[in-house]
């Protein structure tokens, strides 16, 4: 494909957003039909189809087989300044937030864990397992570690609609203010796709975190991921 | 009580450290799959899965009857500062070339007339640019400026030059970046340019950058190869 084709096909996508911005499309509402979208376009089929692709594998779009192609929903945005698994964050903004607890479970840190947590090998720590929802659509898939001895007892509470962050700090007077973020790219195996609802080899977000107290210690690390096809994450950048 | 995680992924989280520890040098193979069979006392089917598994994920790279090799490392980009890609590489010591596919001008029309908050019959100018660190793909990026803004630009030879260094000349002082951050499928040609297979994943970062005066000088949309970029921030 030459790169005037590839133009063109840029020039038709903004086209068709175009079109759905005017005509005040709603997301799950259909789009006309390739030939008479390229008809009211006034642009070739082809160059159209290959807008359209782009437009699917960036998500702005989804296919029905048989029925057509549809305006997908805007994506869960999520600010990068927010921590991992911060509900209270969500909710103000006006989602409605709920968890499947998973698993919560005693074990040993592994070479990985202890690193990240500053810890000897072998460490007691807290694995909890949750699956995320907003408004009901199963997003984020989230394994939390933490040393036992800084929250012993964490075992008897359920943390379906309780937030970790809250308990931690009203229970255990664990004040969190720090965290880092690597973001990378993963594909969803069966097993993680099954939790997330989702086809098997979805693209995710493949987010770990240590997460630190006021006193400058490592009191989780945390690993999750999130569905690509629904979530992006957002920064507002300024100099530094 | 221990959890009880597939075979092929404690492997694969086991190989992932000694990659990542640098116990297996960048560039060089990993054993076969018969010797981590042996080494691990594990089936060949077990190996298998959990090198698939780290293909994937961009660490290795298998060559048909060469072997599978330890991919090159990741660059974690800083997403919670701005910058410009070109400086950031070139200050780790990266080459930093790139490849122009397109510059031109062109009218803004709909869409940049509401970005940039100028007129559809205003001129923008758009350059398509392939970055390559050290030789390879590492970034597609599509930026659009308002004309007027850089309008000295077609002088420039964006093989050389960036934005950023257009910005300085001008007197442009940028004061925020708004950056989203997705994961999309990329397809020939973009894929192949960013040395990716059909289908590929890849982060999509589109940018759009303000300056002092609150104008909307930059519109970027970026294609960042997933095996060479990771992102990270810090939230403090």
């Known amino acids: 494909m030459s790169k005037y084709t590839q133009l063109l096909s840029e020039q038709a996508r903004e086209k068709i957003e175009e079109y759905i911005d005017r005509q005040k499309i709603a997301p799950h509402t259909a789009l006309p039909a390739e030939r008479e979208l390229a008809k009211i376009l006034n642009f070739n089929r082809l160059t159209l189809r290959t807008a359209l692709r782009q437009m699917r594998d960036e998500g702005a779009i989804y296919t029905i087989h048989g029925r057509g192609n549809f305006l997908s929903s805007p994506k869960y945005l999520e600010d990068s300044k927010s921590f991992i698994s911060y509900t209270a964050g969500w909710e103000s903004d006006g989602y409605q937030v709920h968890s499947k607890q998973i698993s919560l479970k005693v074990m040993e840190a592994t070479k990985r864990i202890s690193d990240k947590l500053d810890l000897p090998l072998g460490t007691p720590v807290y694995e909890l397992k949750r699956v995320r929802y907003l408004d009901g659509n199963a997003l984020f898939l989230e394994t939390a570690y933490l040393p036992i001895k800084y929250c012993e007892g964490l075992h008897n509470y359920r943390f379906e609609n309780r937030s970790l962050y809250k308990t931690l700090e009203t229970e255990y007077h664990i004040k969190l203010v720090r965290q880092n973020h690597v973001i990378s790219v993963a594909a969803l195996t069966r097993e993680e796709s099954a939790y997330l609802e989702a086809p098997e080899g979805t693209s995710a977000f493949f987010i770990r975190g240590v997460t630190y107290d006021d006193t400058g210690r490592a009191v989780e690390y945390c690993v999750s991921l999130n569905r690509a096809d629904l979530y992006a994450i957002t920064s507002c950048l300024v100099p530094e | ?236």
């Open chain 2, 1 to 236: 009580m221990y959890k009880k995680i597939p075979i092929y992924q404690q492997l694969a989280e086991l190989l992932r450290e000694k990659i990542e520890k640098g116990e297996y040098a960048f560039g060089s193979s990993l054993p076969s799959e018969r010797e981590i069979a042996e080494t691990y006392e594990l089936n060949r089917m077990t190996v298998r899965k959990a090198l698939d598994l780290l293909e994937k994920e961009g660490l290795l790279v298998r060559i048909q009857g060469k072997g599978t090799f330890i991919n090159t490392p990741k660059i974690d980009t800083r997403l919670d500062t701005i910058q410009s890609l070109g400086k950031f590489l070139t200050q780790m010591g990266i080459s930093v070339t790139n490849r122009v596919l397109y510059c031109g001008r062109r009218k803004a029309d709909y869409k940049f007339s509401k970005i940039f908050g100028v007129s559809p019959e205003d001129e923008i100018y758009q350059i398509f640019r392939l970055r390559l660190g050290n030789g390879e793909p590492f970034a597609l990026e599509y930026s659009y400026v308002p004309f007027a803004y850089i309008n000295d630009c077609e002088q420039y030879d964006f093989k050389v030059y960036s934005l950023h260094d257009l910005y300085d000349k001008h007197g442009i002082v940028l004061m925020e970046d708004h950056q989203q951050l997705e994961i999309v499928t990329v397809h020939n040609p973009q894929a192949k340019l960013l040395d990716l297979p059909e289908g590929g994943q890849v982060f999509m970062l589109t940018n759009v950058s303000i300056d002092k005066d609150g104008r909307v000088i930059e519109y970027t949309r970026s294609y960042h190869s997933s095996k060479k970029f990771s992102f990270s921030t810090i939230m403090s």
